[in-house]
C-alpha cells in the first residue's frame, strides 16, 4: 500500500449539487466548490441566485437533489445527521429564528446539552462561548428583551458552543448599526474557524473575506480573491453586484488570512 501525502480533508466539498424545489423552481444547476480549514469566504451574489438553498444544504435541512455536500470527510445525508449537524453552525438572518430559550444561557447550552455534554462541561461551553462574543455580561437575560445586534450575537454564540468545524453566516451584517456590524467583523476575525459568509455587504467580505465565490442562477460564476472580483466591473455588472457610492476596493487592505 502507498502512503498517500497526507492532504489536508476540507472543511467542506461542494460537488456537483443541484436541486429544484417541490414546485419544480430549480434553484442550483450543479455548484462545485471547496472550502479549506481556516478559510473565511464570502458567498455574494443577487437576490434569487441560489444562496440560501445552497446554505440549507450545508447540513441537511434541504436535500433530494443530486451532488454531494462533504463536511470534513464526511456525507452530509441521513445516516451522519447528528455529527453533521454538529460540525455545521449556521447563523440565519432572522436571530428570532434560533432564540426561543427562556435565558441566553439556555439558549447556548441547548445544542451542546442535546449532543450530550452535561455539566461542568457544559457550563465551560456556554462560558466560552458567550465570552468570544461579549456576551457573558447578558446570560441571564431573556433573549427577546436584547437588542437586534445582542441577539445576533447570541445566535453565533449557540452555534460556537457546538464547537464546529465550519461557522456559516447568512447575512451577518444586516440590520446592524456601523458600531455594531465592525464589531461584530472583529468578532468573526478573532475566531479561529472556517467561515462561509453569504452577504450583500461588499465592503464587509472585502473586509473579513480574502476569497470570495459568486452564485448567480445556481451556478458559482467566479471563485477568487475578494478585492480582484469586486474589482473586475463587467464581472460586477454581469451579476447585478453593486459596490456602495464612492467606494474603491482597491483602497481597501483586504484581511491577511489566506
Ligand atoms: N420554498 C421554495 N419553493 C420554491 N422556490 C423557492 C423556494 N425557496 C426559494 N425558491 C426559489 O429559489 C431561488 C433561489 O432562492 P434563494 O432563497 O436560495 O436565493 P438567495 O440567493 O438566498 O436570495 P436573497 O439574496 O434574496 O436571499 C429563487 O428563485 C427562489 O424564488
Ligand atoms: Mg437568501
Redesign the pocket.
Known amino acids: 500500500m502507498t502512503v498517500s501525502s497526507a492532504a489536508p480533508v476540507p472543511s467542506l466539498e461542494v460537488s456537483g449539487l443541484a436541486f429544484a424545489?417541490?414546485?419544480g423552481?430549480?434553484?442550483?444547476f450543479g455548484v462545485d466548490f471547496t472550502i479549506h480549514r481556516g478559510e473565511r469566504v464570502a458567498l455574494l451574489?443577487?437576490?434569487?441566485?441560489?444562496?440560501?438553498?445552497?446554505?440549507?444544504h450545508l447540513n441537511g435541512i434541504l436535500g433530494g437533489g443530486t451532488g454531494t455536500v462533504t463536511v470534513a470527510g464526511l456525507p452530509v445525508g441521513k445516516q451522519h445527521m447528528a455529527e453533521i449537524r454538529q460540525k455545521v453552525g449556521i447563523v440565519f438572518?432572522d436571530p428570532d429564528d434560533q432564540l426561543f430559550m427562556p435565558t441566553v444561557r439556555e439558549d447556548v447550552a441547548f445544542g451542546p446539552a442535546t449532543a450530550g455534554i452535561k455539566g461542568p462541561e457544559l457550563e465551560q461551553r456556554v462560558r466560552t462561548a458567550l465570552e468570544r462574543v461579549g456576551m457573558q455580561d447578558f446570560a441571564d437575560r431573556p433573549p427577546h428583551h436584547l437588542s437586534f445586534g445582542q441577539r445576533r450575537r447570541v445566535a453565533v454564540a449557540t452555534v460556537l458552543a457546538m464547537e464546529p468545524e465550519i461557522l456559516v453566516l447568512?447575512?451577518p451584517s444586516s440590520n446592524l448599526d456601523p458600531a455594531s456590524r465592525r464589531e461584530l467583523a472583529d468578532i468573526l476575525r478573532s475566531l479561529d474557524v472556517t467561515v462561509l459568509m453569504?452577504t450583500?455587504d461588499l465592503p464587509y467580505a472585502l473586509e473579513l473575506c480574502p476569497r470570495s465565490l459568486i452564485?448567480s442562477d445556481?451556478v458559482i460564476a467566479a471563485d477568487g480573491p475578494t478585492g480582484e472580483l469586486l474589482s473586475d466591473e463587467e464581472l460586477m455588472r454581469a451579476h447585478r453586484l453593486e459596490l456602495p457610492f464612492g467606494f474603491d476596493p482597491r483602497s481597501v487592505t483586504t484581511s491577511t488570512r489566506h
Open positions: 424545489y417541490p414546485d423552481h430549480q434553484a442550483l451574489g443577487p437576490n434569487g441566485a441560489g444562496k440560501t438553498t445552497l446554505v440549507l438572518q447568512d447575512e453569504v450583500h452564485l445556481g
